[in-house]
Nanobody
Framework: QVQLVESGGGLVQAGGSLRLSCAAS????????MAWYRQAPGKQRDLVAS???????NYADSVKGRFTISKDNAKNTVYLQMNSLKPEDTAVYYC??????????????WGQGTQVTVSS
């Protein structure tokens, strides 16, 4: 069993910043990719940013230059630093991870989501 626990969401004014955290715990042999997705009301869940085991990152065009994904391998934690927030960034943000629980089995885990609301 592997769990992802997110924190750091909240209400912020446009132009402000928030930092999301996502900690993985449980039966972890190795964490492969970690990512943040977001879902606004009535819309599909979209990738915001990802980071692989080697530290390479990928960002949605809409957040490039404003958001930064990083991780702390010792803590099995991924972060999303969000700067220059816009009202259109309002969504529920979900953490996602590909976790190897042993040498042959990989599972795909979602966090419970954390609400980010940006007021204009």
């Amino acid at each position: 069993q592997v769990q992802l626990v997110e924190s750091g969401g909240g209400l912020v004014q446009a132009g402000g910043s928030l930092r999301l955290s996502c900690a993985a715990s449980g039966n972890i042999f190795r964490i492969n990719d970690m990512a943040w997705y977001r879902q606004a009301p009535g819309k599909q869940r979209d990738l915001v940013a990802s980071i692989n085991s080697g530290g390479s990152t990928n960002y949605a065009d809409s957040v490039k230059g404003r958001f930064t994904i990083s991780k702390d391998n010792a803590k099995n934690t991924v972060y999303l630093q969000m700067n220059s927030l816009k009202p259109e960034d309002t969504a529920v943000y979900y953490c996602y991870s590909e976790v190897s629980v042993n040498t042959i089995l990989t599972i795909y885990v979602w966090g419970q989501g954390t609400q980010v609301t940006v007021s204009s």
